[in-house]
């Protein structure tokens, strides 16, 4: 077994990033195409930036959580802005058994389907109890579709992959 990562390891820098923007593309990509949405509005409508959770040791993560999307700017649902940090360990490790980049596909576009069903006025940011587990299970679902469909030759690894995340029940937002 490889050893873990330094704790203050972050995929947001090299080696790592420019597989993160690559995986990030595709996953923007999917998700835009399952929504029917126009990849400018990642950056008008949806809006977001990527952090490692590296920078911020202050936030609560649930444990098998693989990254959590933290909201900036409170407002109207058509202003909000949002964060997507990800849990550099965590990623890291379950990448040894599934390759990093499924994992860094599967838990990108999960969050991005995440910032559309806020911003779209399908999901309240402020969810909590058995809404919130429903809509994970959901989103996580969504996620996985976009990206079979996005890469039809990747899907059964993707899938895969999906199921063992579902079934380990990778919450990606804290319990409120
Ligand atoms: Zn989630």
Redesign the pocket.
């Known amino acids: 077994m490889p050893a873990d990562p330094p704790a203050d390891e972050r995929l947001t820098h090299p080696p790592w990033k420019t597989q993160v923007c690559r995986c990030l593309d595709k996953a923007e990509q999917a998700v835009a195409r399952y929504y029917a949405i126009r990849p400018r509005e990642w950056s008008t409508r949806f809006r977001y930036d990527l952090a490692s959770a590296a920078d911020h040791p202050d936030l609560h993560f649930p444990a098998s959580a693989l990254?959590q999307?933290v909201r900036i700017e409170p407002a109207p649902a058509d202003q909000q802005r949002f964060r997507i940090v990800l849990r550099d360990e965590e990623i890291l490790r379950l990448a040894e058994e599934f390759g990093l980049e499924a994992v860094l596909e599967l838990t990108l576009a999960?969050?991005l389907?995440?910032l559309v069903r806020f911003g779209q006025g399908l999901a309240d940011f402020e969810q909590a109890g058995s809404a919130q587990q429903a809509?994970?299970r959901r989103?996580?679902r969504i996620a996985a579709e976009a990206l079979a469909a996005a890469e039809p030759a990747h899907a059964p690894h993707i899938l895969e992959v999906a199921r063992h995340l579902e079934a380990s029940h990778r919450?990606?937002?804290p319990p409120k």
């Open positions: 990254a999307i999960h969050e389907v995440h809509e994970e989103v996580q919450a990606c937002q």
